[in-house]
């Protein structure tokens, strides 16, 4: 049977945080690289599912899954990537906005201490600006760049694209009633125009 696991994830997540608590798997990966080979069934686990069924069956099974290698996963780990990327660099910020207004507490706390020495209050109060101009930066480079915004428009595509591969594979609407070639066809149609931003459900729903 295929890791069902595995089929909800993304190429940047990784096992060794697994024992962890919560909140320290939800810590940013900070140099995630891209996978090349990551599959959202893995070939070994493909054979093994076709072990199960006919011989024509498995062929048909297995030039669908050759077919998707090629025309939607590119797409699809080009979109879970760049989604990874973005996420880790919104959280990120939130660790350095964490960070600066812990510095800012712990600056204006020695200020008390040496509220008698004009020397030192006047230099932790530089030091407390710098904090606020370095925070004022902060926020307006993420203002900028919007990494939640990018964060959410590229996991939106890549799932759009996971829910195409797998709708493809299993031969259901819209694929089920038509032949090879015209399945082929729709299933590069539907992989690019969601690819691009156009979400096909919406405007049948629509």
Do not use: C
Request: aromatic share 14%; proline share 6%; glycine share 4%.
């Amino acid at each position: 049977m295929p890791d069902i696991k595995r089929m909800y994830t993304s190429m940047g997540a990784s096992d060794f945080r697994q024992g962890l608590p919560e909140v320290f798997r939800q810590f940013p990966i900070w140099n995630p690289k891209p996978d090349p080979h990551y599959a959202l069934i893995k070939p070994e686990e493909l054979q093994g599912m076709l072990k199960q069924v006919d011989t024509a069956t498995a062929t048909a099974i297995q030039k669908d899954y050759d077919y998707l290698e090629n025309e939607l996963m590119p797409m699809f780990r080009d979109r879970d990537f760049r989604a990874k990327e973005e996420q880790n660099r919104y959280r990120k910020y939130q660790l350095y906005f964490m960070g600066l207004a812990a510095s800012a507490t712990f600056i204006g706390s020695l200020q008390v201490i040496v509220i008698d020495r004009a020397n030192w209050v006047s230099f932790f109060a530089f030091l407390e600006m710098f904090v606020a101009l370095l925070t004022t930066y902060v926020a307006t480079v993420q203002g900028n760049e919007s990494p939640l915004q990018r964060w959410l428009l590229h996991r939106r595509r890549a799932e759009s694209l996971r829910r195409e591969y797998f709708r493809y594979l299993a031969n259901v609407e819209p694929y089920d009633t038509l032949n090879p070639p015209q399945r082929r066809r729709l299933l590069s149609n539907r992989a690019a125009d969601i690819n691009r931003g156009v979400y096909l459900d919406e405007l049948e729903q629509g």
